[in-house]
């Protein structure tokens, strides 16, 4: 159980385009996900919490108009890069939480790797 | 949110024990430790969780001592397989949104 999926695993896009990854909960209800992204070699850095229904809320540094994020259910949310330039280049993996649990565990998705030429 | 420190990277054996120890100085009352495991190009994968003394599942022990300042991960008899980088985070359940803070992580090798 608590299976994460991302979609797609992998995108190539051309500079000034905009991008959507998905995030899923296969077989919870996620009343919270989470947005990382993760540079090589480097760790996770936390960009957003997204609730169900609700606006996401950024961590400090993370343009939000750039990176738009919806939860529109409690099974999915999305992560749209605008206008992606090449440093937007990085790892996006996202996790998803029941909240039921008796403490902060997070379920993470598999990663999108994201390159922008 | 406790700060950890742990060492950057760590070499072993196929069947040695590997044991990781994260410093966490300053864990509130309320915080729990927990570890995950990346391997290249994946999300994270839980691997155990603890608040105080001892802890074991199929995959790993987590030791925490009485002050609660420091917890060693350690992973038996590892494989190859087992190379991978090793997160430490310190938080309290449902505090702060949930969020987890990720330090830099043990990126630990498994030799042949």
């Known amino acids: 159980g608590a299976v994460v999926s991302q979609h797609p695993s992998r995108v190539i896009c051309k500079s000034g385009t905009s991008v959507k990854i998905e995030c899923r909960s296969l077989?919870?209800?996620?009343?919270?996900m989470f947005w990382y992204r993760q540079f090589p070699k480097q760790s996770l850095m936390l960009m957003a919490t997204?609730?169900?229904?609700?606006?996401?809320?950024?961590e400090q540094g993370v343009e939000k108009d750039k990176f738009l994020i919806n939860h529109a259910s409690l099974t999915l949310s999305t992560l749209t890069v605008t206008s992606a330039h090449p440093e937007d280049s990085s790892f996006y993996i996202c996790?998803?939480?029941?909240?039921?649990?008796?403490?902060?565990?997070?379920?993470f998705g598999p990663g999108t790797r994201l390159t922008v030429l | 949110l406790a700060k950890t420190t742990q060492p950057i990277s760590m070499d072993s054996y196929e069947g040695q024990e590997v044991n990781i120890t994260c410093s966490h100085n300053?864990?509130?009352?309320?915080?729990?430790i927990t570890w995950y495991q990346q391997f290249p190009s994946q999300g994270p994968r839980f691997i155990i969780q603890?608040?105080?003394t001892k802890v074991t599942n199929e995959v790993a022990s987590l030791f925490i001592p009485a002050d609660r300042k420091s917890s060693t991960l350690s992973l038996p008899r590892v494989s190859l397989s087992d190379t991978a980088v090793y997160y430490c985070l310190v938080g309290a359940p449902k505090a702060a949104g949930n969020k987890l803070t990720f330090g830099g992580g043990t990126r630990v090798l498994v030799k042949p």
């Open positions: 996790s998803a939480s029941s909240g039921g649990s008796t403490y902060n565990e997070q379920f």
């Open positions: 603890g608040y105080k």
């Open positions: 997204s609730n169900e229904g609700s606006k996401a809320t950024y």
């Open positions: 077989d919870f209800q996620a009343t919270t």
């Open positions: 300053n864990i509130a009352t309320n915080d729990y």
